[in-house]
């Protein structure tokens, strides 16, 4: 299993910027195939963000494409989501999860999940 820890959340204003990120540590290998960012609101379902394979390519979700860029620095073991132009309803809880699979569209990866939900970082966007 892949151990991973997100960070860099906070409260902003709408129309402001944040960076998450998230390290892996432990059986890393998973980390290889398809890693994703997914976040959770109060009251709502868990919903697939950003998704990124192992040889750069990318999906998003409708609802940030253009505003969201998700990045991964292999050397590091860290995957990050840049997030621009944010808007009220970005406010949620933000995991990330590694999967032995495939890339799927909408910020989605096909296959195994190989880690454990962490903690989460929090992001509050005001209007």
């Known amino acids: 299993q892949v151990q991973l820890d997100e960070s860099g959340g906070g409260s902003v204003q709408a129309g402001g910027s944040l960076t998450l990120s998230c390290a892996a540590s432990?059986?890393?290998?998973?980390?290889?195939?398809?890693m994703r960012w997914v976040r959770q609101a109060p009251g709502k379902e868990r919903e697939g963000v950003a998704a990124i394979r192992g040889d750069g390519s990318t999906s998003y979700a409708d609802s940030v494409k253009g505003r969201f860029t998700i990045s991964k620095d292999s050397a590091k073991n860290t995957l990050y989501l840049q997030m621009n132009s944010l808007k009220p309803e970005d406010t949620a809880m933000y995991y990330c999860?590694?999967?032995?699979?495939?890339?799927?569209?909408?910020?989605?990866?096909?296959?195994?999940?190989?880690?454990?939900w962490g903690q989460g970082t929090q992001v509050t966007v005001s209007s």
């Open positions: 999860a590694a999967y032995w699979g495939s890339l799927g569209s909408g910020g989605r990866c096909y296959g195994a999940q190989h880690n454990t």
């Open positions: 432990g059986d890393t290998y998973y980390t290889s195939a398809c």
